[in-house]
T-cell receptor
């Protein structure tokens, strides 16, 4: 069975500081993709970053990076130099190589404090 | 620009009424999805479709129905059998197929529809 776990319901970070949002996963697929999405209060889901299970290097996209530890089955999102606009819900998701289903975690609410 | 369009943005349903939420994509994606999100909660899968004229139930399909007559369109009907329909509904699409050679394409989402009971 595929499962995504986000254990931090809410997080606070000071503006300009870095923050790590945790995500662990469980899958029996030999290869898979991991994704992070941002959902501001307006509701839209914004794709942030992707990591393939076979990628040798951790993914980076601007201020976002993914700390991928395959043996520990974790895919933590690191946001550097936090900005007020980063305040939002963040969801971790996984896609296996069987079928087209995506599996989402319960989300982490991030609040950036000025 | 390519993307997913959901309409309407806000929808109100009367008791005993069926309502239909529209979802259209011009990304040429094979797979489309409907999710329900309750306040402060995560996404729950209602239905998904991997190809035209085919769809599968997700975790909370009861009280909902879908059709996939065209690749671009995946409308969701909230029937009167759904007793608690008030929620935020998100439609998504993705390129079909995945694997080490093809990579894993993300889902792209519409802006959502907020449904309330009158």
């Amino acid at each position: 069975a595929q499962k995504i776990t986000q254990t931090q319901p809410g997080m606070f970070v000071q503006e300009k500081e870095a923050v790590t949002l945790d995500c662990t996963y469980d899958t029996s697929d030999p290869s898979y993709g991991l994704f992070w999405y941002k959902q501001p209060s307006s509701g839209e889901m914004i794709f942030l970053i992707y990591q393939g299970s076979y990628d040798q290097q951790n993914a980076t996209e601007g201020r976002y990076s993914l700390n991928f530890q395959k043996a520990r089955k974790s895919a933590n999102l690191v946001i550097s130099a936090s900005q007020l606009g980063d305040s939002a819900m963040y969801f971790c998701a996984m896609r296996g190589n069987t079928g087209n289903q995506f599996y989402f975690g319960t989300g982490t609410s991030l609040t950036v404090i000025p | 620009d390519g993307g997913i369009t959901q309409s309407p943005k806000y929808l109100f349903r009367k008791e005993g009424q069926n309502v239909t939420l529209s979802c259209e994509q011009n990304l040429n994606h094979d797979a489309m999805y409907w999710y329900r999100q309750d306040p402060g909660q995560g996404l729950r899968l209602i239905y998904y479709s991997q190809i035209v004229n085919d769809f599968q139930k997700g975790d909370i399909a009861e009280g909902y129905s879908v059709s996939r007559e065209k690749k671009e369109s995946f409308p969701l009907t909230v029937t009167s059998a759904q007793k608690n329909p008030t929620a935020f509904y998100l439609c998504a699409s993705s390129a079909s197929g995945a694997g080490m050679r093809m990579g894993y394409q993300p889902q792209h989402f519409g802006d959502g529809t907020r449904l309330s009971i009158l």
